[in-house]
């Protein structure tokens, strides 16, 4: 049976203006979030992740605008809508999940009244009935003592807590698509777990695709379906978790998962990756990442290359993959990590 395509953006384009000039964000990027599924948008800083996924809750900075490209959902173009319609979708039908809670929430007023505004706004829920509401989701999103802590202020909480607190508020309204962007990087590994586990249950329970976004790829080996790469604002590989760790192809899917310290061999330096991002301000001829790439194609920094189909699940925009480019090996850890899982498949 086809999937459900619940967010499907095409040919997206972003464009910022600083200071008299423009900066080119995202640059004709197309996904697509099917129904119930977990997909995570990797990539280094300023790769344009959260810029990219801002565009599906109408969220984007004052001086950035989508100028070309559409996002479906539920049958209309969100890059068309005004503020008053982002009303009706923004929290209520797509929620989001910030990095940092301190920014998220109110310090000057109590966890509780958060929660239920929220669910006031949106499920339109009041008085009691909402507050009642908004303990439950407290208890729901693994806070201890619901009714005392409804009573109690920010600052009150620990770091993981108030992730917590984020959650209920963005999870209150049932929303079709649950956003997360970097929702763990603040935290200790035990409570990353608790929080990523906390978010799984959630979707289980309340039947939400959610979109992560993050850099660290041992969170996206545990929680997503499909994971689409972005470098330079653009995606440059996209397919589930199994193509992309085991088979990937286009050479910053290789650098970044070379960079996983679990790929690392005993007593040596970890790698990194050479160079820096080009500036966005300028034009980019060919492969964005042909500079800090050690084995570029000639092509590369001429002509950008197109997507080439890896499989029916997983494509990347390479030139390594065309039929006339010259045989190009992928690195001896990838090709390690994929003998490692057919041997485990027997």
């Known amino acids: 049976m086809e999937k459900k395509s619940i967010i499907s953006a095409r040919d997206v384009e972003i464009q910022f203006s600083l200071r008299g000039r423009t900066l080119k964000a995202i640059r004709k990027c197309s996904l697509d979030l099917y129904e119930g599924e977990t997909l995570a948008i990797v990539g280094e800083s300023g790769s344009g992740k959260s810029v990219f996924t801002k565009t599906f809750v109408g969220m984007l900075d004052a001086n950035g605008k989508i100028t070309n490209g559409s996002i479906m959902f539920n049958g209309e173009d969100l890059a068309k809508y005004n503020e008053k319609q ?68 920010p600052h009150e909480f620990s770091g993981g807590m108030r992730q917590r607190v984020v959650i209920a508020i963005a999870a209150a309204c049932k929303p079709q698509v649950l956003i997360c962007d970097e929702p763990t990087t ?68 290789w650098a970044l998962l070379q960079a996983l310290p679990q790929l690392g061999v005993k007593g040596e330096a970890l790698p990194t990756i050479d160079g820096t991002p080009p500036n966005l301000f300028n034009e980019i001829k060919g492969d964005a990442f042909a500079p800090r790439n050690k084995m570029a194609l000639a092509i590369d920094f001429v002509k950008e290359p197109p997507f080439f189909q890896v499989s029916e699940t997983h494509a990347a925009k390479t030139w390594y993959l065309d039929p006339r480019a010259p045989k190009v090996e992928q690195p001896h850890s990838i090709q390690n990590l994929r003998k490692k899982m057919e041997a485990a498949h027997g």
């Open 86 to 153: 982002w009303l009706k979708i923004r929290g209520k039908k797509i929620s989001m999940v910030m990095q940092d809670p301190m920014t998220s929430l109110n310090p000057l007023k109590k966890i509780g009244k958060q929660i239920q505004e929220s669910i006031e706004l949106h499920q339109g829920l009041k008085g009691e009935a909402a507050k009642k509401a908004a303990i439950e989701m407290l208890g729901k999103v693994g806070i201890p003592d619901p009714e005392r802590r409804y009573d109690q202020y």
């Open 186 to 253: 603040a935290l200790d590994v035990t409570i990353q777990a608790q929080i990523l586990q906390l978010i799984r249950d959630l979707q289980k329970e309340q039947g939400m695709s959610v979109i992560y976004i993050t850099h660290d790829l041992g969170v996206v080996a545990n929680v997503a379906d499909r994971v689409a790469v972005m470098y330079a604002g653009q995606i440059v590989e996209y397919g589930t978790v199994e193509d992309i760790f085991y088979d990937a192809w286009h050479p910053y899917t």
